[in-house]
């Protein structure tokens, strides 16, 4: 049973920055594609970014892409997400999901199948 949990959530300015965790806790972590997804009130879960250890690959969603990194501790079973030149659009929930096997379409929230609490993130104008 993998256990995932998310910190960094906050209220800021536009223009300023957050870093996200993403604690896990059982399993193989490196051995896992780890993404972050976002819920803003009254729209879709969507994809923001990914991290696949086992392949070498990152995905970005193209509206965060030059804002965004994330990045993965393994040491300490931890994901990160950078946030820069954050805007008011980028308000949501942010959640963190874990595949463990390799997911062949890592934009896709199917593809996951553990997943955190989520932490509010929001960015006032």
């Known amino acids: 049973q993998v256990q995932l949990e998310e910190s960094g959530g906050g209220l800021v300015q536009a223009g300023d920055s957050l870093r996200l965790s993403c604690a896990a806790s059982?399993?193989?972590?490196?051995?896992?594609?780890i993404a972050w997804f976002r819920q803003a009130p009254g729209k879709e879960r969507e994809f923001v970014a990914a991290?696949?250890?086992?392949?070498?690959?990152?995905y970005v969603t193209d509206s965060v892409l030059g804002r965004f990194t994330i990045s993965r501790d393994n040491a300490k079973n931890t994901v990160y997400m950078q946030m820069n030149s954050l805007k008011p659009e980028d308000t949501a929930v942010y959640y963190c999901?874990?595949?463990?096997?390799?997911?062949?379409?890592?934009?896709?929230?199917?593809?996951?199948?553990?997943w955190g609490q989520g932490t509010q993130v929001t960015v006032s104008s």
């Open positions: 059982g399993g193989t972590f490196r051995s896992y594609t």
């Open positions: 999901a874990a595949s463990t096997g390799e997911p062949t379409r890592p934009k896709l929230s199917a593809e996951y199948n553990y």
């Open positions: 991290s696949s250890w086992r392949m070498g690959i990152k």
